[in-house]
């Protein structure tokens, strides 16, 4: 972060819990004088499983047009950061984010080590429970609960 205050580090991806878990780490950041750090994670890995690669005949094309997608995925990444953060900074909280191209959990926990990292709010819910209409906690939530060096909070 900018400035070297304390920061809750918040997942986002414009669905209803990550835009729950946004609203929860305002009502922190306001009362404790935190800055907030968006996080949008673009997940490369879903594009085509490493195992399928090897029945893929022309795996240069495959690549471009991962190249592609990723490209098309940061820029809606960046007009949806961007309008995030000025209704943030309406409020005015210092806010920050960064789009990051990898898998969820790797990304969030790489993030979190950032020493003005204090506290990671995120949603709970992962696409199994979502498509099924279960509770519960998702696997990425779920592993970044158990090993995060900082406190966790899981939105609902």
């Not at 878990?21 to 890995?45: C, F, Q, V």
């Not at 029945?55 to 490209?71: A, Q, R």
């Not at 900074?89 to 898998?103: A, D, N, S």
């Amino acid at each position: 972060m900018a400035t070297g205050k304390p920061s809750i580090l918040v997942p986002y991806d414009a669905t209803e819990l990550s835009i729950k878990a946004l609203d929860k780490a305002i009502e922190i950041a306001s009362r404790m004088g935190y800055e907030i750090l968006l996080l949008y994670i673009i997940d490369d890995t879903r594009f085509c499983p490493s195992r399928m690669e090897k029945f893929i005949s022309n795996i240069t094309d495959l690549e471009k047009t991962k190249k592609y997608l990723v490209n098309l995925i940061k820029e809606g990444a960046e007009k949806c950061m961007t309008e995030v953060v000025g209704k943030i900074k309406e409020k005015e909280l210092f806010v920050k984010y960064i789009i990051r191209v990898g898998h969820p959990d790797d990304e969030i926990l790489e993030v979190s080590k950032n020493p003005n990292i204090h506290l990671i709010v995120m949603g709970c819910s992962g696409s199994f429970k979502k498509r099924h209409n279960r509770r519960g906690v998702g696997s990425i939530s779920r592993w970044i609960s158990e090993v995060a060096s900082c406190p966790v909070v899981l939105m609902r």
